[in-house]
């Protein structure tokens, strides 16, 4: 059974950037989708991006693209949620999720395994 773990969250002044970190254990991550997800108080959440199991096809909301960028190391069973131009709107707790499926999708019904969730905070 894999298990999730998010790091890297913070606080942050808008226009900065951020960096997390999703480490799998208990299974490779390699051959799975991956994505992130981000619930703000009060709202439902919301589906950030995802990989598929390869890396080398990637999607994004409308609300992040150009600015934030997903990425694999194999090696350390780990993907990455890179965050540039942060809005105080970015403001959230930030999940990773896999999936038994090689291709990732927008619901979060879709995915088996979520981590504790990595709170980032941007100040405008």
């Known amino acids: 059974q894999v298990q999730l773990v998010e790091s890297g969250g913070g606080l942050v002044q808008a226009g900065g950037s951020l960096r997390l970190a999703c480490v799998g254990s208990g299974r490779s991550l390699r051959d799975y989708a991956v994505a992130w997800f981000r619930q703000a108080p009060g709202k439902e959440r919301e589906y950030v991006g995802g990989?598929?199991?390869?890396?080398?096809?990637?999607w994004y909301s409308d609300s992040v693209k150009g600015r934030f960028a997903i990425s694999r190391d194999g090696t350390k069973n780990t993907v990455y949620l890179q965050m540039n131009s942060l809005k105080p709107e970015d403001t959230a707790v930030y999940y990773c999720?896999?999936?038994?499926?090689?291709?990732?999708?927008?619901?979060?019904?879709?995915?088996?395994?979520w981590g504790q969730g990595t709170q980032v905070t941007v100040t405008s």
């Open positions: 990989t598929d199991w390869s890396g080398s096809t990637i």
């Open positions: 999720a896999t999936t038994d499926h090689s291709l990732p999708g927008s619901n979060p019904a879709y995915y088996t395994a």
